[in-house]
């Protein structure tokens, strides 16, 4: 099968994929990306050998080849980052321990987390779960 992307790695990147493939401090995931790099650069070798070298599925090759022609080196071997908006602002958090405290009474806990979480609402108006509730009050109390 004819390759629609091809992989041309420069010095740098094969230095970095040679010490990666040969280090024992990353995954084995990241390890068999680099190995198939190395295999795939300006080679002789088709789809179905590198398959059978490193144990990447034929399809999965395919992906990695356009991954790299697409999105880079690094996106391909370490994946894209990931970003997640925090749920509550510190702001948020503070008022969230308030509460818990303020529902106290003689040293004895008058609230659970379902209660908490039922009626917190955070200053962006999005409720709560007790999951979050019990993350944010394990880091105070």
Same mark, same amino acid.
């Given at each position: 099968?004819?390759?629609?992307?091809?992989?041309?790695?420069?010095? /740098?990147?094969?230095?970095? !994929?040679? #010490?990666?493939?040969?280090?024992?401090?990353?995954?084995?995931?990241?390890?068999?990306?680099? %190995?198939? &790099?190395?295999?795939?650069? /300006?080679?002789?070798?088709?789809?179905?050998? +590198?398959?059978?070298?490193?144990? +990447?599925?034929?399809?999965?090759?395919?992906? +990695?080849?356009?991954?790299?022609?697409? %999105?880079?080196?690094?996106? =391909? +071997?370490?994946?894209?980052?990931? %970003? $997640?908006?925090?749920?509550? /602002?510190? *702001? /948020?958090?503070?008022?969230?321990?308030?509460?818990?405290?303020?529902?106290?009474?003689?040293?004895?806990?008058?609230? =659970? &987390?379902? $209660?908490?979480?039922? #009626?917190? *609402?955070?200053?962006?108006? !999005?409720?709560?779960?007790?999951? =979050?509730? $019990?993350?944010?009050?394990?880091?105070?109390?």
């Amino acid at each position: 099968m004819k390759r629609k992307y091809y992989v041309s790695l420069d010095q /740098d990147e094969l230095l970095m !994929l040679q #010490d990666l493939v040969n280090s024992k401090n990353y995954s084995l995931q990241k390890r068999k990306r680099a %190995h198939m &790099l190395l295999l795939a650069n /300006d080679s002789d070798f088709t789809n179905e050998q +590198i398959s059978q070298m490193t144990g +990447i599925s034929i399809r999965g090759i395919e992906e +990695i080849y356009k991954r790299f022609v697409l %999105h880079g080196f690094k996106v =391909t +071997i370490y994946g894209k980052p990931r %970003h $997640r908006m925090p749920i509550m /602002d510190p *702001v /948020d958090e503070e008022r969230l321990r308030v509460m818990a405290s303020q529902l106290s009474k003689n040293g004895k806990k008058l609230w =659970t &987390l379902k $209660r908490l979480s039922q #009626d917190f *609402v955070t200053s962006k108006g !999005l409720k709560v779960s007790m999951e =979050t509730v $019990r993350r944010i009050l394990k880091k105070y109390l």
